[in-house]
């Protein structure tokens, strides 16, 4: 059953340091999404790419994210350094062709202190 | 800039009567929505879509969307609702671009 993987679930950490999530999309799934998920905000786009390159990360605080497809089988996420404010469930999902049908990862929930 | 809005935050309904989950949308153009759902802990699954054609669109668990051009709304409905349709439910729309764009969500409680 193909799916998409998060790692990590869950990650606790204090505020300042490096955060890394990473995203394992559906084998042959061009295009991949970045979410981020609050009470206050709801589901925001962070950023997304196709065929590995970045299309849109305007949705992303520059001074302090990053994402990046090293290759078609991992999408990372990065935070440094990582603040209070950073504190959500952060979704990665794929999509297998720009069909707009997106396939949901479980999420990271990261809780900065 | 294209968008939608599900104007209700909470959506109660008895066990077995029918539901409606509103959805109303702002586009350029032709409009491609969606519906999703989240159970708790968990990611977002895909309901339905209407990309064109017929305006009743079905979908799975028993879910159908009604596409209404002229009231530029996509509501969810259901004939019978379960308990276990308590959920997050999410409208959303996607650009020409590939990028898809939520509604702030509507939780649906279906009590016994």
């Known amino acids: 059953d193909a799916r998409v993987t998060q790692t990590p679930r869950h990650k606790v950490t204090e505020m300042g340091q490096e955060v890394t999530m990473r995203c394992q999309p559906i084998l042959g799934h061009n295009t991949v999404f970045w979410y981020r998920q609050t009470m206050m905000q709801g589901l925001e786009l962070l950023a997304y790419f196709r065929n590995r390159a970045p299309l849109d990360d305007s949705g992303m605080p520059k001074d302090r994210f990053s994402a990046e497809m090293p290759d078609a089988t991992l999408a990372t996420l990065k935070i440094q350094p990582s603040e209070p404010r950073d504190s959500a469930v952060y979704f990665c999902?794929?999509?297998?062709?720009?069909?707009?049908?997106?396939?949901f990862g479980e999420g990271s929930r990261l809780t900065v202190l | 800039a294209q968008s939608v809005a599900q104007p209700e935050d909470q959506v109660n309904v008895a066990e077995g009567n029918p539901l409606t989950v509103k959805c109303t949308y702002s586009v350029s153009g032709n409009p491609y929505l969606f519906w999703y759902v989240q159970y708790p802990n968990r990611g977002l699954q895909f309901l339905l879509k209407?990309?064109?054609?017929?305006?009743l669109v079905k979908g799975s668990y028993g879910f159908e969307a009604e596409f209404n051009k002229s009231q530029t709304s996509f509501h969810l409905k259901k004939p019978s609702a379960l308990v276990s349709d308590s959920a997050l439910y999410f409208c959303?729309?996607?650009?020409?671009?590939?990028?898809?764009?939520f509604g702030d969500g509507t939780t649906l409680t279906v009590k016994p």
């Open positions: 999902a794929s999509d297998p062709g720009n069909t707009g049908e997106l396939f």
């Open positions: 959303a729309v996607k650009t020409n671009a590939g990028k898809s764009t």
């Open positions: 209407y990309i064109t054609g017929d305006n």
